[in-house]
């Protein structure tokens, strides 16, 4: 298993980015929360965990090793694979998808594409006394991450290589659209890279 990956960040994209490691690129999938925090020609550190299919090798990247560890242990429910686990911390930091689990929250849950309300249940059935502790500072329900979404997507916007102005610019518009709850934040930047198009 890679647990982690540590080099210069070469590319990052919608859905991912490249590591540069021992003068090899490897090309780590990851949530838009964690690419805003990455930087093109910069060094960055990413736990990470590699899934293993019949026609496929795909490396899964986080900011932490708990981060990490939970992507791993939601794929043990049924009915959860990579890329729900992946959406899963999209939405919700490790501490409010534990309390959910823990509290059986299950509006929470339902908060992740993918996860509907069966799934959500199952989910609690099979992970309630697995999820270890709850950071005592975060609510019993607590709002995802995503209602922070612009300031992702800007983030986001910036480390592809568009200026501030640009990203604010995409942003504002995406937002127009956008009536009640958010689609999830690689939705969205995605929305925002297609106004964008290629200009730089």
Not at 118 to 135: N, Q, S, T, W, Y
Not at 159 to 181: F, H, I, M, R
Request: net charge neutral; charged share 20%.
């Amino acid at each position: 298993m890679i647990a982690s990956v540590r080099g210069r960040v070469t590319a990052i994209g919608p859905e991912g980015a490249v590591v540069e490691v021992g003068g090899v690129g490897l090309a780590v999938t990851c949530a838009a929360s964690t690419l805003a925090g990455l930087r093109v020609g910069e060094e960055a550190r990413l736990a990470t965990s590699l899934v293993v299919r019949e026609d496929s090798l795909t490396l899964f990247g986080f900011v932490s090793d708990d981060a990490r560890h939970l992507f791993d242990l939601l794929q043990t429910a049924s009915g959860i694979g990579p890329r729900i686990a992946l959406a899963a911390l999209a939405v919700h930091s490790p501490d409010v998808l534990r309390r959910a689990i823990a509290t059986a929250d299950v509006s929470t849950l339902t908060r992740v594409p993918g996860i509907g309300k069966k799934g959500a249940e199952l989910l609690v059935l099979k992970l309630r006394d697995k999820i270890g502790p709850i950071g005592g500072d975060v609510p019993a329900v607590a709002a995802p991450l995503a209602a922070a979404w612009h300031v992702q997507v800007r983030e986001g916007l910036i480390g592809l290589g568009w200026t501030p102005a640009q990203a604010e610019q995409a942003v504002a518009t995406v937002a127009e659209g956008v009536d009640g709850d958010p689609p999830p934040v690689p939705v969205l930047l995605k929305q925002a890279i297609r106004l964008l198009g290629t200009s730089r």
